[in-house]
């Protein structure tokens, strides 16, 4: 009658040490799952950059940028700040660049950029280009960033940039309404392929 008793009572010790592991080894699971997704929607958030740029026109010549390291020319901006929307973003980028404020930039092209390696995407951002056409302030006589010269309009399409920005530049130029591009590059930036809405004749 002991041995059943003491026998009944170890078997309830067990089940109570192999219930209090189960529920452990879920719990760790938990944890580690939860860690991981956290660490893929970091990895997720810190790849994908925000970007805004803005082209100042004034007449027939427009403000540009020469970017030092390879000698292309771009729209003044940069990376967004946390809480700006992209306006704000755009107007006080361009203000750090140029010296200029702006005050009337209206979203003119919406693009997405993809770094292709080996067939895999290994960067993305997401690019807004604004256009605004008065100004007030000092322009830089020189840049943090580069060189800044008005250039004729007529004339920016021969000039040294990337090729997504080649077509942003002639949308925002020439045409009217928004511009949406998705724009594949290796990763030393040659242009794979690309998609625009709405297409150019």
Request: some cysteine; hydrophobic content about 40%.
């Amino acid at each position: 009658m002991f041995a059943r008793q003491k026998n009944a009572l170890i078997g309830l010790i067990l089940q109570s040490i192999a219930s209090v592991a189960a529920a452990l080894i879920a719990a760790s699971f938990v944890r580690k799952n939860h860690h991981e997704q956290a660490l893929i929607g970091e990895r997720e958030v810190t790849r994908l950059q925000r970007i805004t740029n803005c082209v100042l026109t004034s007449g027939d010549q427009a403000l540009l940028l020469q970017k030092p390291r390879r000698g292309w020319w771009v729209a003044p901006g940069g990376k967004m700040e946390p809480g700006e929307t992209i306006k704000e973003s755009a107007e006080r980028e361009f203000r750090e660049e140029t010296g200029l404020n702006v005050s009337d930039a209206e979203l003119r092209a919406v693009s997405t950029i993809v770094i292709m390696d080996q067939g895999q995407p290994v960067d993305e951002w997401m690019m807004f280009t604004f256009q605004a056409t008065s100004f007030k302030g000092q322009l830089f006589e020189q840049s943090p960033e580069g060189k800044l010269e008005w250039k004729q309009i007529k004339n920016i399409a021969k000039l040294p940039m990337a090729e997504g920005d080649a077509w942003m530049f002639q949308h925002v130029l020439n045409r009217h309404g928004l511009l949406y591009g998705t724009f594949y590059y290796t990763k030393e930036f040659k242009l794979i392929s690309y998609r625009l809405t709405p297409e150019f004749a």
